[in-house]
């Protein structure tokens, strides 16, 4: 059977929670409070319009996530996406669940009406093959300042 790519719903929480577990694990963050994981996971599943999930699936099996943020911006007057999060099984990377779930929020940017897709990447992850396949690397440098 093919990939299919679905919204996230509540049924898969135990999976979603599998899986970011894994993608905090391959961002060395295994320590993320729970507290926070609940918040994204009740964000990912309630009524704000601007934070949803897709997960694609393999014969029936949740195999990867997506998660993603739609917020305004100031160089255009439509709405831009960004991919915040995105990870695949290890058993099953480079069979198209990664590329598959991309194409899946485009299709929705598309639908929508926004005016990008964006997302950040360590400088190593080997998933950067795909991304420069399915979009175009911008020279920006990331700042960040937490509180």
């Not at 598959?100 to 950040?120: D, N, S």
Request: net charge negative; proline share 6%; with cysteine.
């Amino acid at each position: 059977m093919p990939i299919t790519i679905r919204p996230l719903e509540t049924r898969d929480e135990a999976r979603w929670r599998e899986l970011w577990a894994g993608y905090l694990d391959f961002y060395k963050c295994p320590d993320l409070p729970a507290a926070i994981t609940d918040h994204t996971w009740s964000m990912l599943t309630g009524s704000r319009p601007d934070v949803f999930g897709l997960v694609a699936e393999d014969d029936g099996r949740v195999i990867g996530i997506v998660n993603c943020v739609i917020h305004a911006n100031t160089w255009t007057d439509k709405p831009i996406c960004y991919l915040e999060d995105l990870f695949v099984d290890p058993a099953v990377r480079g069979q198209g669940a990664g590329k598959a779930l991309i194409e899946g929020v485009y299709a929705r940017a598309r639908q929508e009406g926004w005016g990008q897709v964006y997302w950040r990447t360590a400088n190593d992850n080997p998933a950067r093959k795909l991304y420069d396949q399915v979009a175009e690397r911008i020279p920006f440098v990331v700042y960040v300042k937490k509180f």
